[in-house]
Structures are given as C-alpha cells and as structure tokens.
Nanobody, 124 residues
Framework: QVQLVESGGGLVQAGGSLRLSCAAS????????MGWFRQAPGKEREFVAA???????DYADSVTGRFTISRNNAKNTVYLQMNSLKPEDTAVYYC??????????????????WGQGSQVTVSS
C-alpha cells in the first residue's frame, strides 16, 4: 500500500521560506517520478514541480527561480524548498507519485498516488 505523507507547511510572511517534505512508503521510491501540486480555495489543482527518477526537474513558470524540488532516495523522501514566498503561493500543497515512466508530469491525471496535503499560508 502506497502512502505519501507531507509535512513542513505553515504560516510565513511574504519573502520568507518554507521546506515541504513528503515521505513515501510502499513503493520502490527511486523508480518513481514525483510531483508537487497546489490548490488554492476555489481554484483547480495546479502543477508546481516534478522530479524524475533521473533527478531531472521541471517547474511551473510561476515558481521558477524561487522553488527547488529534490529527492533523497535513501530516505524515500521528496522535498520542495520554497523561497521568496508570495501571498499568491497560499494553497494546500500535495505531493504525488506515479509508476508511469513516461508522460506529461505536469498533469494531475499522470499521478496515481497522492498525499493528504499540507497548508501553506503566506501573509502580506
């Protein structure tokens, strides 16, 4: 049974930083592409960042240069380092995993497994 558990969310002032973690179990973590998505109230879930098994990364334009996705295969954990946070980054952040070796990792439908979400609130 695959489980993804996020941690590290919270309240931060604009310009501050947070690091989200997502601990995975029940899968061969090093083989799985991983993604981070977010969902603000009244909006659809949107892509934030993805990292493939090869550690190739991809970012949404809105976070490029501010957020960094990384993975530690020895710890079965994926991270999202968020710097220079803005109020518009406020959302519930979800990590996701997929067994599919190819596809569009920017889309929600690409992923079979999801965490429960972690709230990030950025105050102005």
């Amino acid at each position: 049974q695959v489980q993804l558990v996020e941690s590290g969310g919270g309240l931060v002032q604009a310009g501050g930083s947070l690091r989200l973690s997502c601990a995975a179990s029940g899968l061969t973590f090093s083989n799985f592409p991983m993604g981070w998505f977010r969902q603000a109230p009244g909006k659809e879930r949107e892509f934030v960042a993805a990292i493939r098994w090869s550690s190739t990364t991809d970012y949404a334009d809105s976070v490029t240069g501010r957020f960094t996705i990384s993975r530690n295969n020895a710890k079965n954990t994926v991270y999202l380092q968020m710097n220079s946070l803005k109020p518009e980054d406020t959302a519930v952040y979800y990590c996701a995993a997929t067994a599919k070796p190819y596809g569009n990792y920017r889309t929600v439908n690409q992923y079979e497994y999801w965490g429960q979400g972690s709230q990030v609130t950025v105050s102005s």
